[in-house]
């Protein structure tokens, strides 16, 4: 998905679900990309699933 930096200021809240929903999102500013927003939902809760089943071993 491409949003514009006024997109990211007014709409952060519809960005977010996209990304939840795995999408990534390019920023644009004045017509050209600046930058990339990713989900890592996945990679987090790898991460905490392996902390969780540490801390109750």
């Known amino acids: 998905m491409?949003?514009?930096a006024k997109d990211l200021r007014f709409n952060i809240a519809m960005l977010f679900d996209m990304l939840?929903?795995?999408e990534d999102i390019?920023?644009?500013y004045r017509g050209k990309?600046?930058?990339k927003l990713v989900a890592v939902e996945?990679?987090?809760n790898e991460k905490e699933s392996d902390l969780m089943?540490?801390?109750r071993a």
Do not use: F, R
């Open 2 to 4: 491409i949003a514009t």
């Open 33 to 35: 990309p600046k930058a």
């Open 42 to 44: 996945d990679e987090i």
């Open 20 to 22: 939840s929903k795995g």
């Open 53 to 55: 089943l540490q801390i």
């Open 26 to 28: 390019t920023i644009t």
